[in-house]
């Protein structure tokens, strides 16, 4: 029973541990943002939608 105690005990400590180190953030002041815009968002679109037109 003691030994069983003690892996139970094991257990929920390594669980809380990783739940834990989950919630660590980046500082509110990072370098590149979240929402950085992709290259391709800021392309110029093709005229009139057909492709391989210019």
């Known amino acids: 029973m003691t030994n069983r105690l003690r892996s139970l005990r094991l ?3 390594a669980v809380t541990m990783l ?3 989950g919630c660590a953030t980046t500082d509110r002041e990072s370098d590149l ?10 392309a110029p679109t093709i ?8």
């Open 19 to 21: 739940l834990a180190g």
């Open 33 to 42: 943002p979240w929402n950085m815009s992709q290259p391709w968002e800021s």
């Open 47 to 54: 005229p009139f939608g057909s492709p391989g037109s210019y």
């Open 11 to 13: 257990l929920v400590a």
